[in-house]
């Protein structure tokens, strides 16, 4: 669909994500990555002795990090733009910890569309990154990007 329709679904969630697996060695790499060496992360001993989660964790930012993957493939397989670009966040809030080895993935809803002009489109997406087999997300974000038609 061409990118001025997307404001024919705001309110509707326009598709679901892949499963992502955030296993410990996506979880140590996005450590080395960021340079967040916490425990709680990293040490499985430790975690499951004194964390509150009974193992370790994925990063709250490793989880954020999925919004841009998850979209690409969702919205891709819908429109087809010239580019589309990152422009910020709105809300994020980080509901549930991820355990290391759990899967997740995005539920995307069209918040809103606001022609900019000139084939350019600022897209806002409620997301909302499920963690399998649980009742709470990980996190909902509301995030923006500018389509370029």
């Not at 499951?48 to 919205?75: C, D, K, Q, Y």
């Not at 899967?103 to 990154?129: D, F, P």
């Amino acid at each position: 669909m061409p990118v001025a329709d997307l404001a024919k679904h705001i309110g509707e969630e326009i598709g679901v994500s892949s499963w992502i697996l955030l296993d410990q060695n996506r979880i140590n790499e996005f450590a080395h990555c960021t340079g967040d060496h916490q425990w709680i992360h990293l040490d499985a001993e430790r975690a499951a002795r004194e964390g509150p989660f009974g193992g370790t964790i994925a990063h709250g930012f490793l989880t954020l990090s999925l919004l841009a993957p998850t979209s690409f493939e969702v919205m891709l397989e819908r429109i087809s733009p010239k580019s589309v670009v990152n422009y910020g966040l709105e809300k994020v809030r980080f509901v549930a910890p991820v355990r290391s080895g759990k899967r997740v993935r995005n539920h995307i809803t069209i918040a809103s569309v606001e022609n900019k002009g000139t084939g350019r489109y600022l897209v806002m997406t409620e997301n909302t990154i499920e963690i399998e087999g649980e009742s709470r997300p990980a996190l909902t974000a509301s995030a923006l990007a500018m389509f370029i038609a």
